[in-house]
């Protein structure tokens, strides 16, 4: 298979962070883990374990957070477990999904490879790193399970997959636009200016990202429901504001796609 892959390191403001990236055709897709105080946020994919190997074994670790249980943040999960012997953990409610190995369609398989079952531990609400205070704060919307971490000590938020961009114009079936936009104002109400987005990395003012999407999105919900009271179809919905056809919508077999967000608004 024609993969590209490559890996990037850097660090910034005492976060130590990796940038696995999967090129395939005119898709290119991209997936963050940070180590930060002995912890380590996000798990990356099995595609890139050899180039994530390396870093992660550069740092000093104590235990592995996920934001949530998709493949390309859970992917290297069981090495934590079985190689490192370091407790892992998840959301509650998709602790049964991750104790068997992943199953979802062949694209996403084909970037990330297939997850391999591994055992984590309920995320506790509050908990410590070595200088850290954190708090796990729930943010579902792009996922039923998605958790954030704030670190209070320093004011960085490790954000997941909530943000990724500010301007969304395609999402997964899956995903729910109201909830993203609930989850936004509920992190919005805690204290930080840092963020670390797991596919956008450091923004070193990503409040203000946060805010802008939430703008973004509110619009979005607006404008939907405009147009739907004057009586246009999901299509007609969809040709105003999202006419263009983004490579990850073939390739998804429309797994991704902009229809999803309006289904998504009009379903509340
Ligand atoms: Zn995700």
């Given amino acids: 298979m024609l993969l590209e892959k490559n890996l990037e390191k850097n660090t910034v403001s005492d976060v130590h962070m990796a940038n696995g ?41 104590d235990a592995l957070y996920c934001t949530h249980i998709h493949e390309d943040h859970t992917g290297c999960a069981d090495w934590f477990h079985q190689q490192l012997n370091v407790p892992v953990y998840l959301n509650e409610t998709s602790i049964k999904e991750a ?22 531990s309920p995320l506790p609400e509050r908990f410590q790193s070595r200088h850290s205070d954190w708090v796990s704060l729930f943010t579902p919307g792009h996922s039923a399970d998605h958790t954030a971490f704030l670190n209070q000590t320093t004011g960085q938020l490790f954000s997941g997959d909530l943000y990724v961009q500010t301007k969304t114009k395609v999402i997964m079936e899956s995903e729910s636009i109201p909830e993203i936009i609930d989850s936004l104002e509920h992190l919005l109400t805690y204290n930080f200016t840092e963020v670390f987005c797991s596919h956008a990395g450091y923004l070193p003012n990503g409040r203000q990202h946060l805010h802008d999407k939430l703008d973004y999105l509110r ?28 490579p990850i919508i073939t390739l998804s077999n429309g797994q991704w796609d902009s229809q999803h967000i309006i289904t998504s608004i009009l379903k509340k």
């Fill in 21 to 61: 990236s999967v090129r395939f055709q005119s898709v290119h897709l991209n997936v963050y883990s940070f180590v930060t105080d002995g912890i380590v946020i996000d798990a990356g994919a099995v595609s890139l374990k050899k180039l994530f190997l390396d870093f992660w074994q550069e740092q000093p670790v």
């Fill in 99 to 120: 104790l068997k190995d992943g199953r979802y369609p062949l694209y996403r398989k084909l970037f990330w490879g297939t997850r391999k079952a591994f055992q984590p």
């Fill in 219 to 246: 619009q979005i919900d607006t404008d939907v429901w405009h147009f739907h009271q004057q009586g246009l179809t999901v299509n007609e919905i969809q040709q105003r504001l999202f006419p263009r056809k983004y």
